[in-house]
C-alpha cells in the first residue's frame, strides 16, 4: 500500500491506531442522490457503467470530490461477479438484480464456474486507474457475501423474506453448502483481484443475512464468511464486514474474522462494541433517513453516533445503511466537514 494510504485516517481507524479525526465516508456515496451521477448515467445502463473503466473512474470519484469523505467505494455491484462468470442476470432500474434462471437445483449450480481475475479486465484496469487518481485517499473494494448472493441466485430478484432461499437451506442442506462453497470461491477470488490491482480495504457485504437467526448463521453461513477472511489474511489490506438488521449477528459477524464490523443504526455503537467484543473497530451507524430532518437534528444524531463511536477501538463514521437516493448532497457535504471539525484532535 502506498505509504501516505497506510498512514490515512481511515486506514488507522480500521487498524485501531489512533486518529487526527474520525474517517468517514457513506455506503452508497456515488448514485443516484448526486445530479453528476444521474447525468453521466442518463444513456448508461447499470451493467454497462460497471464494465466500462472511464465511467467506473469518473462515478467513484464524484463524492471524493463533492463530500472530502476519507476513503472511496469502487463503483459496481455485487452482481458484477457473477455476471462476469456467464450467470444470465440484469440489473433493472428501480428493481435490483434480476437472475434470467434462479437457481433451486443442483443442475443450477453448473451456472457458477470459479471466476479468473480475466473474466472482469475492467475491474483490475479500473481500480489500477483509481489508485493512482485518489494518490493518499483510501479506496475499499467490496463483493456480495455467499448469503446475500445466494439470495439473489435463488429468488432471481430482491427479496422481502427470502423463502425460497430459507427453503433450500432448511430442506437441501447438502445443495445449501455446495452452492455456498462456490460463491466462497468466487467471491475470495474477486475481492483479491481489487486487492491486487491497488484496493486498499475491503468491504463484505452481507446485506440480508439478518434474516437467518443465530443458530442457523453459525451452521449455514459462519463456515463460508470465515474462510473468506481467512483466505484474505495475507493481504495488508483491513477487511470490513457489514450487514442489515444484524443485531443478533455482531458476535458471529465479528467471529467470522474482519478488523472491522459495520453496524446498522438499529444498535447504538456502545451496545455494539460490547456485542462485537475486543480487538475490532465499528464502523456506522447514523440511520440513513436521518438525513432528510433539519440540520440541527442531523447535527445531533451524528454527535450521539461519536460518543457511541467513543467505546469502539476503532471508529468509522458511516450510515447505517445506503445514503437514500432523495437526500440532498449538501447535507452529506456539511456532515463530513462536522465530523471532521468536531473530532479534530
Ligand atoms: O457507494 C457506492 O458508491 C455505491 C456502489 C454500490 C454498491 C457498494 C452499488 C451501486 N451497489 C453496491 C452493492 C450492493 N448491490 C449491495 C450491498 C450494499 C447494500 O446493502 O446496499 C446490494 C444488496 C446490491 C443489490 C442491488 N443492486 C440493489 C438492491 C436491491 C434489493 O434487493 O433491494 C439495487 C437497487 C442495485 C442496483 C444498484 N447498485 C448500485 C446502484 C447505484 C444501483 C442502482 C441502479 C441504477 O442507478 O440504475
Known sequence: MNPETDESAFIRACRRLPVPHTPVWYMRQAGRSLPEYRAVRADVPMLTACATPDLIVEITMQPVRRYGVDAAIFFSDIVVPLKAIGVDLDIKPGVGPVIAAPIRDRDGLAALRPLEPGDVPYVTEAVQALAKELGPIPLIGFAGAPFTLASYLIEGGPSKNHDHTKAMMYGEP?????????????????LRVQADAGASALQLFDSWVGAVAPGDYREFVLPYTSRIFASLADL?????????????????????????????????????????????????????????????????????VLAGGRAAEGHVFNLGHGVLPNTDPDRLARLTEFVHESTAR
Not at 451496545?271 to 445531533?300: H, S, T
Open 174 to 190: 447438502e445443495l445449501w453448502h455446495a452452492l455456498m462453497e462456490r460463491l466462497t470461491e468466487i467471491t475470495v477470488a474477486y
Open 236 to 304: 495488508d489490506v483491513p477487511r470490513i464486514h457489514f450487514g442489515v438488521g444484524t443485531g443478533e449477528l455482531l458476535g458471529l459477524l465479528a467471529e467470522a474474522g474482519p478488523d472491522v464490523v459495520g453496524v446498522d443504526w438499529r444498535v447504538p455503537l456502545q451496545e455494539a462494541a460490547g456485542r462485537v467484543g475486543p480487538g475490532k473497530a465499528l464502523q456506522g451507524n447514523l440511520d440513513p433517513a436521518v438525513l432528510l430532518a433539519p440540520w440541527e437534528v442531523i447535527e445531533r444524531r451524528a454527535r450521539d
